[in-house]
Nanobody
């Protein structure tokens, strides 16, 4: 059993900041890439940022320079620091973790339940 749980969403004014946290727990042999995705009403889920186990990062163009992804491998946790938030950042934010549950097993994607971020004055 693997659990992926996000926290840290909420309501913030334009220009404000939020920090999202995602923790993976359970039967984890190895935790590979982790990432954040978001989905606004009526739109497809899109990549926000990803980070590999060795710290390589990738960002959507729309968040470069404003968002920072980081991880704590000892805690199986990934963070998303969001600064200079805009109304168009409003969405459900979902954490993804690529996890192997045992030696020689394939890696699978696990998703959290999502946390809502609303940017509004």
């Amino acid at each position: 059993q693997v659990q992926v749980v996000e926290s840290g969403g909420g309501l913030v004014q334009p220009g404000g900041s939020l920090r999202l946290t995602c923790a993976a727990s359970g039967s984890i042999f190895s935790l590979n890439a982790m990432g954040w995705y978001r989905q606004a009403p009526g739109k497809q889920r899109e990549l926000v940022a990803t980070i590999t186990s060795d710290g390589s990062t990738n960002y959507a163009d729309s968040v470069k320079g404003r968002f920072t992804i980081s991880r704590d491998n000892a805690k199986n946790t990934v963070y998303l620091q969001m600064n200079s938030l805009k109304p168009e950042d409003t969405a459900g934010y979902y954490c993804n973790a690529v996890i192997r549950k045992g030696w020689g097993t394939r890696a699978n994607d696990y998703w959290g339940q999502g946390t809502q971020v609303t940017v509004s004055s």
